[in-house]
């Protein structure tokens, strides 16, 4: 199993552009996860899904949009990038959810704005 | 609001040494706990968790405490090896619906050779 997998793992955009992050997970989880982690803070959860067409936004959701069409792939768009986006972007995975239980973590995606 | 934070940012131990980095919940309500190592360039990994009914758990070479009386976690490495040299989170399922957590900001452990 590769768990869970981003696409891509480094991006530079300019102020406005566009673009989409890609998440997968081959472990069947139902609950899929977005976090952006910033210097000097922890993990903050942005957008977060509990399976399969459903989405639900977490503690900061401004400036994000996702997807979740496949149970196995969750996706994060950024419409309009801003500076203040700049950011390690983390998807996560657990099984069920509903439960407190474990999340599994890809690598991260860096992202810088300019 | 809910908040995790840790004491330390930054820890040095020697090689074998026992290492301690400590955690400071503050929502009573929370009663799921996770430690999470982060290596340079990596997503967190899981190491250990611990629910509020217990106080102490162990793993292979980490143990975890809780005390729910001053809402206070920490993660003990014993032996503390290279390898362990990473940033460490903790985090707590806050009492809300859903496996919604909250996240320290880390403590920094380097293990000198």
């Known amino acids: 199993n590769a768990g869970v997998t981003q696409t891509p793992k480094f991006r530079v955009l300019k102020t406005g552009q566009s673009m989409t992050l890609l998440c997968a997970q081959d472990?069947?989880?139902?609950?899929m996860y977005w976090y952006r982690q910033d210097p000097g803070m922890g993990l903050r959860l942005i957008h977060y899904?509990?399976?399969?067409?459903?989405?639900a936004k977490g503690e900061v959701p401004d400036g994000y949009n996702v997807s979740r069409l496949k149970k196995q792939n969750f996706l994060l768009g950024l419409e309009s990038a801003a500076p203040s986006q700049t950011s390690v972007y983390f998807c996560?995975?657990?099984?069920?959810?509903?439960?407190?239980?474990?999340?599994?973590f890809g690598p991260g995606t860096r992202l810088l704005v300019l | 609001g809910e908040s995790v934070g840790l004491h330390l940012p930054t820890l040095s131990v020697q090689e074998g040494d026992n290492s301690i980095i400590n955690c400071a919940y503050s929502?009573?309500?929370?009663?799921?706990f996770i430690w999470y190592k982060q290596e340079s360039g990596k997503g967190p990994q899981f190491i250990i968790d611990?629910?509020?009914?217990?106080d102490k758990r162990q793993g292979q070479r980490v143990t975890v405490l809780l005390n729910k009386t001053v809402k206070h976690l920490s993660l003990q490495i014993a032996a503390t090896q290279p390898g362990d040299s990473a940033v460490y989170f903790c985090?707590?399922?806050?009492?809300?619906?859903?496996?919604?957590?909250?996240f320290g900001t880390g403590t920094s452990l380097t293990v000198i050779p």
């Open positions: 929502n009573s309500a929370s009663d799921y």
């Open positions: 985090a707590e399922a806050g009492g809300k619906a859903g496996n919604q957590f909250y």
């Open positions: 899904s509990v399976g399969e067409g459903t989405t």
């Open positions: 611990i629910r509020s009914n217990m």
């Open positions: 472990m069947n989880h139902e609950y």
């Open positions: 996560a995975s657990s099984p069920w959810g509903g439960a407190r239980e474990t999340q599994y």
